[in-house]
């Protein structure tokens, strides 16, 4: 469960980054929409299974609701899933 929870907060981060950093310049400065559909369709669905992963993990280790809070924030920032990934799963034990 650790592995794929940390695979999906480094696959989620990449997908924000690639929806604001290359989606969002292609659809506004060059209008050309198309990659930022597909990237917005693999950013959407790769946020909510972090969020429900989070949810699920928090559940399985018995951590309170805050840590849950922490890591539903750290999805809505840029880098957010690339910290919790280093401060918090990287020390967890399997």
Known sequence: MLVTFRLMAILEGISYLLLFGLGMPLK???QIPEPNIYIGYA???LF???VVLAAVFCYEKKWGLRRFVIFFIASLLP???FYVDQKYLGKVAL
């Open 28 to 30: 506004y400065l060059a």
């Open 79 to 81: 880098f957010g899933t």
């Open 48 to 50: 909510i299974a972090f």
């Open 43 to 45: 950013h959407g669905f």
